[in-house]
């Protein structure tokens, strides 16, 4: 095998990429009862193609509903699209870096992402993230080729690119804030087709992005008030500013990042170790290449970090995700000489390393599913509770269900007719249902309590089910506070979180 995918590496890539990503998703469909959050929640938004939704932007949506016709909305076709996104993202990974370190460290970097979290236990989640991945991969792989080619069409993809990658999420500015440095740093003024490039460039972006900013607003700039009233809207105070951003880079490349450098690391020790080493030194990559890697894998970390230092922004740790994995190659290009293997093949003992890590990885997932299949409705423990034991309580009609997206949305799929969702009773959250919809459905509400009052049914240990189209009003009492909190941690968490009743 390692032999076949240095001669063919088209056809063996794909085959390695496929082999890897079809097993995590047949694994996924295995193992867990319940699809994660983010699955659920497009799943629900697909009930109506908008330009844009309360919490994000609609590409992820769009492409749901596009391949649906294809295959039945289901987990099993969000897992299938999550897996597609990574493999695309992976092969423009290593067509990239071919050129840039060599076929064996190209390879390298692949095996290594490989091992990251996206790539394995969470590669059957779907959401703006994951979509973003490949048009983040695209506009460097075009970036690159018209630094060393100038291209207008190179420009223009990478504007598309860019704008898509908007429609995606709103990340995707970090990257357009690289490509305007790497335009600074290749001299881009000085070339007339660099020049004109930039310009067409941002145009095509504004314009495939025009219609969700018009969407912006028409209503009340929905995603930036939400995200305003978490992460954006923290202001952090100045002590906190430093320490913060530090714990979160931390987070990024030792935690997130942890396999990938068991597996370089390892790989360069090999290598340092065989006699033949020092007659085959890698050439020195040249500034172009180094600093394209650097800025890469390291660029939108400290643009984030920047935008956190100024404003006060907390950072969530899985703001790295899509970004993550090019930290990589940019760590491999700083590596001394005599570590790095260019266009020198892989040893079996490094594919065997890999194939421990991957073992490793899946040990530790089979452990945490079977932890959270004991307490199911424990924090951390979404993807194994039942719904469809929760959804025999229910033994009224039921058109519409009103609550938290993620709670709402799997009773849906496993009640007769997949009644549609009402997020949080707001129909400017949930643009699938009408007023007139509302007055005509039969309408049933889930939330979070601890206590079940008269009328209403348990659904599930700190849930309960109301057959009226809101939840009743919370009690007064010495837990009224404590109960508004729990309804607010729903709406926000989509019902993931655990419920702790006194």
Not at 108 to 124: G, K
Request: glycine fraction near 6%.
């Amino acid at each position: 095998m390692p032999q076949i995918l240095q001669r063919l590496p088209a056809r063996s890539l794909a085959a390695l990429l496929l082999a890897a990503t079809g097993a995590w998703v047949l694994l996924a469909a295995r193992l867990w009862r319940t699809p994660p959050i983010d699955n659920v929640e497009q799943l629900v938004w697909r009930g109506a193609v908008e330009w844009g939704y309360y919490k994000h932007p609609p590409l992820p949506t769009w492409l749901l509903a596009a391949a649906s016709p294809a295959w039945p909305a289901t987990p099993l076709l969000t897992y299938l699209l999550a897996a597609a996104c990574m493999v695309v993202t992976l092969w423009l990974f290593h067509a990239l870096l071919r050129p840039l370190l060599g076929r064996g460290d190209a390879l390298l970097a692949v095996l290594a992402a490989l091992c990251l979290t996206y790539a394995t236990d969470r590669l059957p989640i779907y959401n703006h993230n994951v979509v973003m991945m490949p048009f983040i991969a695209a506009v460097w792989c075009l970036l690159w080729r018209t630094t060393q080619r100038p291209s207008l069409a190179a420009w223009a993809g990478i504007g598309l690119c860019l704008g898509a990658g908007m429609l995606a999420k709103y990340q995707m500015a970090l990257v357009a804030l690289c490509v305007a440095l790497w335009w600074l740093r290749i001299g881009g003024w000085r070339v007339a087709c660099h020049r004109w490039g930039l310009a067409l460039a941002a145009v095509l972006a504004a314009l495939v992005f025009a219609p969700h900013l018009l969407w912006l607003t028409t209503h009340q700039w929905a995603p930036l008030t939400y995200a305003s009233d978490s992460s954006l809207g923290a202001h952090l105070r100045w002590s906190a500013r430093g320490p913060h951003a530090v714990l979160w880079m931390a987070d990024w490349m030792v935690n997130r990042l942890a396999p990938a450098w068991v597996l370089v690391f390892a790989a360069a020790g090999v290598l340092s170790q065989r006699p033949d080493n020092p007659e085959r030194p890698v050439p020195p990559p040249d500034r172009w290449q180094r600093d394209f890697l650097l800025l890469a894998g390291f660029g939108p970390m400290l643009l984030t970090v920047a935008l956190s230092m100024a404003g006060g922004i907390h950072l969530q740790m899985k703001w790295s995700t899509a970004f993550a994995l090019w930290t990589v190659p940019a760590i491999q290009v700083l590596l001394p000489r005599r570590w790095r293997y260019g266009d020198a093949p892989l040893p079996r003992v490094v594919w065997a390393m890999a194939g421990l890590l991957q073992l490793l990885l899946l040990a530790i997932t089979l452990h945490s599913a079977d932890k959270q299949a004991h307490h199911p409705m424990g924090k951390g423990a979404w993807r194994q509770r039942d719904f469809a034991a929760m959804a025999h309580t229910i033994d009224v009609p039921v058109d519409v269900i009103n609550g938290p997206y993620g709670v709402a949305g799997m009773l849906a799929r496993h009640l007769p007719g997949q009644p549609r969702v009402l997020i949080d009773g707001d129909l400017r959250r949930s643009p699938w249902l009408t007023p007139t919809d509302l007055a005509q459905a039969r309408t049933i509400s889930v939330w979070p309590t601890c206590q079940v009052p008269e009328g209403a049914r348990p659904l599930a240990r700190g849930w309960a089910w109301w057959p009226r189209p809101a939840p009743p009003p919370v009690a007064d009492g010495p837990q009224a506070a404590a109960e508004i909190a729990r309804r607010a941690q729903a709406s926000h968490t989509g019902g993931t979180a655990a419920v702790h009743c006194p």
